[in-house]
């Protein structure tokens, strides 16, 4: 018999206290995440790669795709990483490896 669960009303309105947790304990990070706002640029060769699904698989960070746009030739994304400083170094680190140019955005990414 399968359990039925609720529908949340907006992102906005989640937290580790309102997920539906299935029997598993949650526990919360011991520190403050940081949160930094990049542009991606993926060069031609990048562009069928897996690279931000690797990242959030490989590394403690959550991420949140604020922009995008994928052609033939190019692509970018303005990316919003959050965790330790230490895992969005390693998570940058890794993206540049694969070929991915990554740069900071300076203000609301949203905005433009």
């Known amino acids: 018999m399968s359990e039925e669960v609720e529908p949340i009303a907006s992102c906005s309105s989640l937290s580790l206290s309102t997920l539906p947790t299935h029997g598993v304990r949650l526990m919360p990070h011991a520190f403050n995440p940081m949160r930094d706002r990049l542009h991606l640029t993926f060069p031609k060769e990048c562009i069928a790669a897996p ?62």
Not at 55 to 70: G, L, W
Not at 85 to 90: L, S
């Open 51 to 112: 690279v931000v699904c690797e990242v959030a698989k490989n590394f403690d960070v959550v991420f949140s795709i604020r922009r995008a746009n994928v052609e033939a030739e190019t692509g970018w994304m303005h990316l919003e990483l959050k965790g330790s400083e230490e895992e969005i170094e390693r998570a940058i680190a890794f993206m540049q490896e694969r070929g991915v140019r990554v740069d900071p955005i300076e203000g609301d990414i949203i905005a433009g």
